[in-house]
């Protein structure tokens, strides 16, 4: 089945620089890659999400880019401000649409110092 | 819009005893509900997918007798844990996707068994 690996387990970073998170999965037949912020004690938010027919995209200050011939896809986030402190999941889904199951990384604790 | 609730935020049980949790779909309708468990500080796995009317899919290793999934509506699922142990202690969270949509998120529900 699906498998997906997350980099780094955690990351801290000063208030105004970039922060990068890294993601590989297994299934070629991935055809959904969306990234989701949890904050403590909350259930995820999706931030940003691409398909495979996309190599990018952009959203204000973050960005998913994808590699689907390495399978793997990464979140930016620049500018970072104190409340983007969280933790970060990344996931992968296939199948005809993207109602189907999410697999998910093992997460990120994202800490910017101010 | 894509607003899911979860009922209620927090309960704690008494071991053997046996908990009901709703998620709701507030502003759409779902045809497909995931319910998720999250240990401490460790990431999201699914347990079950569940369509409208129709039997919840469970993930291997999932009890499904243990972990009764209900989706009698477009906007209402529930999971009801039976028997609670203390390792059934964990954060369950649920999410709620249209077809064709991405997957929105619950707030998450903290089970705590005595």
């Known amino acids: 089945g699906e498998n997906v690996e997350q980099h780094p387990s955690t990351l801290s970073v000063q208030e105004g620089d970039s922060a990068v998170i890294k993601c590989t999965y297994s299934d070629s037949a991935s055809n959904y890659f969306p990234w989701y912020k949890q904050e403590l004690g909350k259930g995820p938010q999706l931030i940003i999400d691409?398909?495979?027919?996309?190599g990018e995209k952009k959203d204000q200050r973050i960005a998913v880019t994808l590699n689907k011939t390495a399978k793997h896809f990464s979140l930016h986030i620049t500018e970072t401000q104190p409340e983007d402190s969280a933790v970060y999941f990344c996931?992968?889904?296939?199948?005809?649409?993207?109602?189907?199951?999410?697999?998910f990384g093992q997460g990120t604790t994202l800490q910017v110092k101010p | 819009g894509a607003v899911v609730s979860q009922h209620p935020s927090r309960v704690i049980c008494k071991s053997g005893t046996s908990v009901k949790i709703e998620c709701r779909s507030l502003?759409?309708?779902?045809?497909?509900m995931f319910w998720y468990r999250q240990f401490p500080k460790q990431s999201l796995m699914l347990m079950a997918t569940?369509?409208?009317?129709?039997?919840?899919?469970?993930e291997q290793g999932v009890e499904k007798d243990k972990f009764l999934i209900n989706h009698a509506s477009l906007t209402l699922s529930t999971l009801t844990v039976t028997s609670a142990h203390p390792e059934d202690s964990s954060f369950y969270i649920c999410?709620?996707?249209?077809?064709?949509?991405?997957?929105?998120f619950g707030p998450g529900t903290r089970l705590t068994v005595t």
């Open positions: 999410s709620a996707s249209d077809r064709g949509s991405e997957q929105y």
């Open positions: 502003d759409f309708q779902a045809t497909t």
């Open positions: 996931a992968a889904s296939w199948g005809s649409s993207n109602t189907g199951k999410l697999i």
């Open positions: 691409i398909r495979s027919n996309v």
């Open positions: 569940s369509n409208e009317g129709s039997k919840a899919t469970y």
